[in-house]
């Protein structure tokens, strides 16, 4: 039965902290138009993300995590109500960005409180974030080109939705294996045992968190130089010394996750949201010869088809594994190059082959994620794994990032390269 809670809990936190951020890309074409690159609701809907997630793991451990719920609320819901009531683009960037803020934080301490629970639970977690993108794009997709439900509208719907995490944490999941909402105030020892870490006589396994281990509730362990806590005493803060050394192990903690798990998983993200932001929307033919009534449904049918995909392999983590995560990697950039060769040539005679190919793009993308993440969490030490959960999602919104700043430059030149060769329809809507 608390397996049941555990997977049902984390299910939902996947869905509900990554569907807002697939809806406003769904809706990309809506808010901004057909000529302005939908790279730049990409830009503002990740750069806070990632900005929040490279510094989390500088300051993450000092936030007790129901307070970090109420943020994720917080933010996510004004954010989605400054989206739909705008009409002008610089608010509706800003709206944009607090939901993306709100992202950032939410993938981060949730991939972090995987830490304490089974493996049921990141598990769990993969499969809401691919339900996510499928309900989002599918429902937006429903609500706007099938019912005609304006944009605007549909993104009012979506503000209520964060209200789910109260449910979810409070209600639905566990409380065995909750991190405590104070900080713990023990010592660090070592035993000999088999049992590995002990925290003041009481095994690691048993779900205690790691924030703020120290030698009283002055102290706060911060990270490890060469295997050794460093512990910073809070009422000398901000000190100089104490946080120059904070950042100097926490970068030296991140270091051995880079090769083996973060860049795998920053190549497969440039690639695929390239060709999402910066390619799909100009992958397109005569509106006769496709079966749309509009041409910005060709832009939401992709969308929906690679989130299908993705949810499908980030579901798949149970079953099916890969180890050499670079293989997914090395296959996204092929797909990355058919489909600027498409965009510029039109070596694929329909849009139905296209729609195949964004669902494979969507399972490529899904199955790195869920097996980046179990090899990392198998790999880790238990002492660091919560870190290591953490920092490794670092890597999505950084090849997020990256794919935004290129799609910005990369869509309007195959437009117009499009346009010169009497084909117009990438400036239609």
């Not at 750069?47 to 510094?55: A, C, D, M, R």
């Not at 049992?195 to 006589?201: C, K, T």
């Not at 100097?248 to 860049?263: D, E, F, G, Q, S």
């Amino acid at each position: 039965m608390q397996s049941k809670r555990v997977f049902t809990a984390f299910w939902i936190f996947g869905l509900v902290n990554n569907v807002l951020y697939v809806v406003i890309l769904s809706a990309a074409i809506d808010l901004v138009g057909p000529l302005t690159p939908k790279a730049t609701v990409l830009i503002a809907d990740v750069v806070p993300s990632f900005i929040l997630k490279v510094t989390a793991p500088f300051f993450i451990h000092l936030i007790p995590y129901h307070i970090r719920i109420f943020l994720l609320l917080g933010l996510s819901f004004f954010g989605m109500l400054i989206v739909s009531s705008s009409t002008q683009i610089p608010p509706i960037l800003f709206g944009i960005v607090l939901a993306s803020m709100s992202s950032g934080l939410g993938e981060t301490t949730f991939l972090q409180l995987t830490h304490f629970y089974s493996e049921t639970a990141l598990s769990a977690w993969s499969s809401g974030t691919g339900g996510a993108g499928l309900a989002g794009s599918f429902i937006f997709l429903v609500m706007t080109t099938w019912l005609n439900i304006s944009p605007r509208t549909t993104l009012l719907f979506f503000a209520v939705v964060p209200f789910t995490f109260l449910i979810a944490y409070f209600k639905i999941l566990p409380v065995s294996g909750k991190p405590p909402k104070r900080r713990l105030s023990t010592s660090i020892s070592r035993s000999n045992s088999s049992a590995g870490l002990v925290l003041n006589g009481v095994n690691a396994d048993d779900t205690l968190s790691r924030e703020g281990l120290a030698e009283n509730e002055d102290e706060i362990e911060v990270g490890l130089l060469d295997g050794q806590p460093i512990v910073i005493n809070s009422t000398s803060l901000p000190s100089f010394n104490s946080l120059q050394a904070h950042i100097l192990a926490t970068v030296k903690r991140i270091k051995p996750y880079i090769l083996p798990y973060m860049a795998p998983l920053f190549t497969v993200y440039v690639s695929e949201y390239i060709i999402n932001q910066g390619i799909s929307p100009v992958l397109l033919f005569p509106i006769e010869e496709m079966p749309f009534a509009n041409y910005r449904d060709a832009y939401v049918t992709y969308g929906t088809l690679y989130q299908l995909g993705v949810f499908i392999s980030r579901s798949s983590g149970s079953f099916i594994r890969v180890k050499r995560v670079w293989i997914p990697s090395i296959l996204q950039m092929f797909n990355l190059v058919i489909c600027i060769i498409q965009a510029l040539f039109v070596i694929i005679p329909n849009i139905y082959f296209l729609f195949v190919l964004i669902f494979y793009e969507g399972l490529l993308g899904g199955l790195s994620y869920v097996n980046t993440f179990m090899l990392a969490s198998e790999k880790t030490s238990l002492y660091e794994r919560e870190f290591a959960m953490g920092c490794v999602g670092i890597s999505d919104s950084a090849g997020i990032v990256l794919a935004a700043t290129l799609a910005m430059f990369i869509e309007p030149s195959l437009c117009h390269y499009q346009v010169s060769h009497d084909r117009p329809y990438c400036t239609l809507h």
